[in-house]
């Protein structure tokens, strides 16, 4: 069973944003995400998935295929390069990652309402609202 996590992708205003990010720090099919701690269910995490949070919302994911030490004391989540989005849910920003249970996590598919077409701005109205 995969276990996943979630991370805010700082200083990106939308999925285009994030996009051009993630491929200009791609590097032969794989994005490394330098983090302090080293997750204590690792091995849980391989397989599973990085989503990134944007603006409240998670709105995309990558794979997760290792970790790696660096030489500075941190550690890279490394990650596939291809970006899937997925149906948004929304997310308290925070500080670094957190893990996401399996049942917890957004699917790629979407669920028919539309609500992953929803501007940012009126979808962060409608969730402090409590409506989405």
């Not at 603006?55 to 890279?76: C, N, S």
């Not at 308290?92 to 957004?106: F, I, K, M, T, V």
Request: with cysteine.
């Amino acid at each position: 069973m995969s276990l996943h996590l979630t991370k805010v992708a700082f200083a990106c205003r939308d999925l285009e944003a994030l996009q051009k990010r993630i491929a200009g720090r791609a590097l032969d099919g794989e994005v490394r995400v330098p983090t302090r701690m080293r997750p204590k269910r690792e091995a849980e995490l391989v397989g599973g998935n990085l989503y990134w949070i944007v603006k409240h919302r998670v709105i995309a994911g990558q794979q997760i295929l290792r970790f790696a030490d660096r030489e500075d004391g941190r550690i890279d989540i490394v990650c596939s390069a291809d970006l899937v989005t997925v149906s948004p849910i929304s997310r308290r920003a925070h500080q670094g990652w957190r893990y996401l249970e399996r049942e917890d996590a957004p699917s790629a598919e979407g669920d028919g309402s539309g609500i992953a077409e929803l501007p940012a701005p009126l979808y962060g109205r409608l969730a402090a609202l409590a409506l989405v």
